[in-house]
């Protein structure tokens, strides 16, 4: 379900975003086809995000998603100047990746991590 007044932006045609009216959250779901173990590949680019600005790692752990094995990857770094918290849920089914990732201002994380787990509930795989 995507937020009333959002912002939707198709970047391909396996990849959406949607951004708050505010631009302080951002939500993006995307699908690709599965490429080895997702932990793995997200390991890579957690060594790689490290060269951002400011980017500090929270967790990157295995949990479970609609009672799939998944990965949840959260972070923090900064973009001209703004801190911003980062939340990527990732999870494979039958040969596809997908995942469910949001961005906002670490001032409205309340809010902002109401909004993703919306989100997260509604989310289904076609």
Known sequence: ????????????????????????QELAAK????????MDTWQT?????RQGQDYRKIRLEETTFQGR??????YTFTIKGVRWHARLLGFDVDGKSYQINTWYHRDIEDGAVATYNQ????????
Do not use: C
């Open 69 to 74: 094995p998944a990965i949840v990857w959260e």
């Open 119 to 126: 989100v997260k509930k509604s989310f289904t795989v076609l």
């Open 1 to 24: 379900m995507t937020p009333k007044g959002w912002r939707r932006d198709l970047q391909t045609g396996s990849e959406v975003h949607y951004t708050s009216p505010d631009g302080a």
């Open 45 to 49: 680019s957690e060594q790689n995000a």
């Open 31 to 38: 699908s690709s086809l599965a490429k080895g173990n997702l």
